[in-house]
DNA sequence: CTGAAAGCGCTTACAG
DNA sequence: CTGAAAGCGCTTACAG
């Protein structure tokens, strides 16, 4: 049992402990393959800092290597937690086996993003947030040296950035009520949400897919996660029987229409169908369980890898999630 | 306009532009109490950082504070996305006020908590996950200087650790069937999932608790997230019906309960109550809707952060996590 | 109030 | 194959 050392070793104790010098210390730890080094050696080395519990300091070899191997990967708050995780996991899991270590950050304001990824010293960023002009500026200016972003926004910019990767879930929704003789449409935007911005990209592509289609434009809702509410609002609709569904931008409203239609006897398709986006593993589980579209989460997160590994240094790259997600119809008893 | 330099801008050059040395460049941009600096100075200072847009480099600055700013927030897996969300957003709420950055870690393998705090060189490690001797042991060889875990687990140790903040939410399920009379009680752990752990610490709460009371024990049963698995299982119960209630160690699986009886056509309440824990969103929306068990996660969150404040270097702190939490009942229509 | 200088721990040409 | 030495960019005694 060895004590642990009152100072952390550093290469020079490793040196001194394996009699070599500094340097082939760090071949030998780097695995430097312009070195060749005898065997008797590296034994050696690797016996001396493992003796003496030897981690190198990340921060003096990034000091002088002039980068990390640190990837901060920006989620937009406005991923949900289930798709999140999934993301991430793609991500972290394709750039580990690149060497490249991976942190998730999802605060609040963008602005966050460059005092992250300043302090921990990140060699890139992988945004899945809108990156602005003064944003992606900051990053280069921290040291940041590849980012790669879903999209950027112009600070002077007026009214909602597309989000070109949303609307194939609001026309998969159109293809599939239409398909199923529900013409009359409504669309569930969420009330007060910070994912309002998806909503709407989402409402987008119901409004283009209605138009290619020839139907009418959808009636738009704004709804709370409060099935009171919902009950009201559904009430309030124009629409409301026949032939009609709801499109909910994502399945939690989904799952509270369909929970205020109980509350008001409503029967479901009879009355008013409901599709929901997400595909949370409630979906399938509640009654009547709810029909939804999904996008493949994980898939999402190995195409921002490959895109990343892409990059040379100093690139940005901005767009590239518009042709990574596909989306399908899970087909449930709510439609 | 400026252009980008080739080179990133060091304090060196900021103390070229502003006519004064690199040490009072660091006085002035860290506003170093000890020194009394003009404030033409500092002016001049600030001004040449700014058209320069020098940011300093993290690593240099840690390396030779010999400390970062960083602290790694290593969640377990274990924790769903939503209620994660919640603990990280109140602990990096607080330790962002005391001038800490944190960044949140949760892969599978607790061992990684050990490459990502290395490479991030981390100053502290806050875990919700157990940390074992030799873990913590390599974190502080990484050069981490204050660690708070939730519990700590030796290698040796046989069987399951207790999570003893996890025994209240058992106890309260027990607590609120059996004041609604239910006094048969079925216990529903996941089928194959990483949370298992944290649903046997449940199910351990309701053992005792039902000893407390002098209940009989539960009948344990391990459902998917499958309800037509889940009909099949319930209706192997030998329990059901009469008097009878499932606890189920989270939500999803209450609701996945609720579904699979409506597809039996089992009566809730009458044939058989249901309650969940962690009162996510949906819970309120189903139909009926889900009585649950939830805890302040936010506040966990919080607790964390004062508890990681009152270390000093080189400690350690372990079970902080077992007082944090206050868990309640969130009574709906299932029970 | 200001500046010259040391040193944090590493990597890597370069000279043997 | 190995080692002495420079230097990454910062902070901080210390001497003015």
Redesign the interface.
């Known amino acids: 049992m060895h004590e ?1 050392p009152a100072r ?1 070793p550093t290469s020079a104790d490793v040196a001194r402990l394996s009699g070599v010098s500094r340097a082939t210390v760090s071949y030998v730890l780097n695995d430097d393959p312009r070195q060749t080094i005898s065997a008797a050696t590296r034994r050696r080395v690797h016996e001396a800092a493992a003796t003496l ?8 070899s ?2 002088r290597r002039g980068r ?3 990837v901060l990967l920006a989620l937009d708050p406005l991923f ?3 798709i ?2 999934l993301i991430v996991e793609g991500t ?1 899991e394709r750039l580990r086996r690149e060497g490249y ?1 991976v ?3 999802s ?1 609040g304001r963008p602005e966050t993003i460059v ?2 990824a ?4 990140a060699v890139a960023v992988v945004s899945l947030t809108f990156l602005t002009p003064a944003i992606r ?2 990053l ?4 940041v040296r590849r980012i790669l972003a879903a999209a950027e926004v112009s600070e002077g910019l007026q009214g909602l950035p597309d989000r070109p990767w949303e609307l194939p879930v609001g026309q998969l929704q159109v293809d599939h009520l239409a398909s199923r003789g529900y013409d009359r449409l409504v669309y569930a935007l969420p009330e007060r949400s910070q994912r309002l911005p998806i909503a709407q990209a989402r409402l987008l592509g119901v409004r283009m897919e209605c138009a290619t289609l020839g139907l009418d434009q959808p009636e738009v809702v704004a709804l709370p ?3 009171a509410v919902i009950a009201r609002r559904l009430r309030e609709l124009s629409r409301v029987p026949g032939r009609t569904a709801v499109c909910a931008y994502e ?2 409203i989904g ?2 229409v ?2 205020a239609m ?2 008001l006897g409503w029967r479901v398709r009879e009355d008013l169908a409901v599709i929901g986006c997400d595909d ?3 979906a ?4 009547p ?1 709810l029909t939804t579209v999904v996008g493949d989460a994980a898939q999402v997160g190995v195409a921002a890898a490959e895109a990343f590994l892409q990059l040379d240094d100093d690139e940005v790259r901005t767009g590239w999630a518009a042709d990574a997600l596909h989306y399908t119809v899970v087909e449930r008893d709510s439609t």
Chains 1, 2 share one sequence.
């Open positions: 642990p952390r519990g030897y981690v190198p300091s990340a921060a003096a990034a000091l990390s191997r640190l949900s937690g289930h999140s995780d972290t270590v942190v998730r950050h605060h005092d992250i300043r302090e921990i010293s500026r900051s280069q200016a921290a040291g996660l409060d099935r399945d939690q799952i509270g369909l929970g109980a509350d949370l593993p409630v399938s589980l509640v009654t369980s």
